[in-house]
């Protein structure tokens, strides 16, 4: 090797050096930010959960070691929670996928006013949580609510009902709300990939004779793949920590009929004053993310895509 | 009859937007129709779907809140600029700092960078609710509670993940080649990052800035955990305040609901070429 040559090699090493600590130098006021406000709580938290720790004053830290987390798991509302926190998550992600497909199908058929009707998912979306959440809350009402208003005026009902306290209905009713609201975000990513489509080899399969289901089932879904898998994932992880919307329609009820898990960690935390279970809870949920996290990262993102 | 078929399938797809179009739009048209109407014609049993007697009385209390006879529309003209000043520092933080990590992440290689972008992404979907009570404890003994820069601190641990990710997005986009020719001339990494990076991708920044303010507007547990005075809530914390309440005053706050849902969209109409990168830079992946 040349002397030029091993000059050059340091010179790029150095500069290698150089470019990494300038790295360093822009990551670390957001890592700083980041790892303050998320990594430092779940530490915290998972310390906390060893605590019996009732909120108010005069009132001390005690060390209970497993025992709020035995105390969650032989409550027979915490397993019935997660059960329903299941249940909300299937059937609303269930339902946005298969709305969100069939009106992102129904776009991409370009029937007349596709555009429009692409414009207008826009305001579901857009809408903020909390205002979608009150919303439905003033639909179902039972004094004034449109979904009585309707009904009746179709003839289906007699007299106004108070839907939100149907304790077989409540659940399902938050679910159409949380529809409204996330449905556009799933129609609108599977159109986007929809256009980018090649359109050839359908053609090709339309003139050897496939049917048009056979041409969705066969070439258009398994090229949809990656974006109902994007969307797939956003949504369940949205949706297993669904709380806003419980809290403004329903806090739950009626009879802990809407208690999802975050409701219920949140109801130990605060109203409760129980910051022991309310911990346990918590780190169980972070614990829960990060393994789903994991999952999904690794499904979706693959290394050869990073660098 | 191939034309025949045609007019068939376009009819029948036609026909199936309606059921779509009737979904998305009874719920807002109604309620914007109840915004406008009064008290005692929002009772009426059947439903005036459109008021006999419409009025702008709601909007005018929010936006003249001394002249309001109830505490809903004064509640609100606080809350609304509450939220303004607490998404808008939300964002700026975002942008300005979360820039330079997007850069560092996209195009510098180093150790750990791929451990720090996962790790990023695993950020994003920690539940706000499995974060709060530390949180909670720190601020309570620092007197923080009521205080803007508190909703400020704790929004960015959505927002700045979130705008990290989106701003990558858009910056993977800028050609290497650009960068490299600038080396070459003996351009600094910052150089780079400032002058040619930065200025190209002015509009995937206003976006960026655009979606985290939505963000930030939308946030709701940290609010309520973190306010306790009316004059500290946000608008979705004033909204859930109020409506638990037997004898509030509903189409003020129906009014409010309208105000606060305009903002985001109308800011979703104006970026709506962006939607779907920032949706899925949201979501998991850039």
Request: aromatic residues 14%.
């Amino acid at each position: 090797m040349s002397i030029q040559s091993q000059t050059l090699v340091k010179r790029h090493f150095s500069l290698r050096q150089q470019d990494a600590r300038t790295a360093w130098l822009l990551v670390i006021p957001s890592l700083v930010i980041i790892l303050g406000v998320t990594l430092w709580p779940i530490i915290y938290t998972f310390i906390l959960s060893f605590y019996h720790a009732p909120t108010g004053i005069n009132q001390v830290r005690t060390f209970v070691g497993l025992g709020n987390y035995i105390e969650m798991v032989t409550d027979q509302l915490f397993w019935d929670t997660i059960r329903r926190t299941l249940y909300f998550t299937v059937v609303s992600v269930g339902l946005e996928m298969l709305l969100g497909l069939g009106i992102a199908q129904l776009i991409h058929s370009h029937p007349w006013g596709w555009q429009f009707l692409r414009f207008a998912l826009i305001i579901p979306w857009a809408v903020p949580t909390i205002v979608n959440g009150a919303m439905w809350r003033w639909i179902y009402s039972a004094d004034f609510g449109a979904l009585n208003a309707l009904l009746m005026q179709l003839g289906l009902i007699k007299h106004y009902i108070a839907w939100l306290t149907l304790p077989n209905a409540a659940m399902n009713l938050v679910i159409v709300a949380d529809v409204w609201h996330t449905m556009p975000f799933v129609a609108l990513v599977l159109q986007a990939a929809l256009a980018t489509l090649p359109i050839e080899l359908e053609e090709a399969a339309a003139v050897d004779g496939a049917s048009a289901f056979q041409r969705f089932w066969s070439i258009r879904l398994p090229l949809l793949r990656p974006a109902i898998l994007v969307a797939l994932i956003a949504r369940t992880v949205d949706a297993f920590r669904v709380f806003d919307i419980v809290y403004i329609l329903t806090s739950g009820g009626p009879a802990y009929k809407t208690l999802t898990i975050t409701f219920l960690t949140y109801l130990n935390s605060f109203p409760f004053g129980k910051q022991g279970i309310g911990a346990a809870l918590s780190f169980l949920i972070s614990i829960f993310t990060v393994i789903m996290a994991f999952i999904f990262i690794r499904l979706l993102y693959r290394p050869e895509e990073t660098q | 009859m191939m034309a025949g078929r045609k007019v068939i399938r376009k009819v029948f797809l036609f026909l199936l937007t309606l059921p779509v179009f009737f979904f998305i739009f009874f719920p807002v048209l109604w309620l914007f129709s109840a915004s406008l109407s009064t008290q005692v014609e929002l009772f009426a049993i059947p439903m005036h779907w459109i008021p006999y007697h419409p009025t702008l009385q709601n909007y005018l209390d929010i936006f003249f809140p001394s002249l309001a006879a109830s505490t809903v529309p004064r509640t609100f003209a606080v809350s609304l600029i509450n939220s303004v000043k607490i998404a808008s520092g939300v964002t700026l933080v975002s942008i300005v700092i979360g820039s330079l990590a997007a850069y560092a992440l996209v195009r510098i290689p180093f150790k750990l960078n791929r451990s720090i972008q996962l790790g990023i992404i695993a950020t994003r979907m920690i539940p706000e609710v499995s974060l709060i009570l530390p949180l909670f404890i720190l601020a309570s003994s620092l007197q923080l509670i009521n205080k803007p820069i508190l909703l400020i601190v704790t929004y960015l641990s959505f927002a700045l993940p979130y705008a990290i990710w989106m701003m990558a997005a858009f910056f993977q986009t800028v050609p290497v080649e650009l960068e490299e020719a600038a080396r070459l001339d003996g351009c600094s990494r910052l150089g780079i990052l400032f002058r040619i990076v930065m200025p190209i991708s002015v509009p995937g920044l206003i976006s960026t800035a655009m979606f985290t303010f939505l963000l930030a507007w939308d946030e709701f547990f940290y609010a309520l955990i973190f306010t306790s005075t009316l004059a500290s809530k946000t608008v979705p914390v004033a909204i859930a305040e109020f409506i638990g309440r037997y004898t509030v005053n509903i189409t003020g706050m129906m009014a409010g609901g309208i105000l606060a849902a305009l903002p985001p969209v109308i800011l979703a109409f104006l970026f709506q070429r962006y939607i779907v990168t920032g949706m899925t830079a949201g979501a998991v992946k850039g």
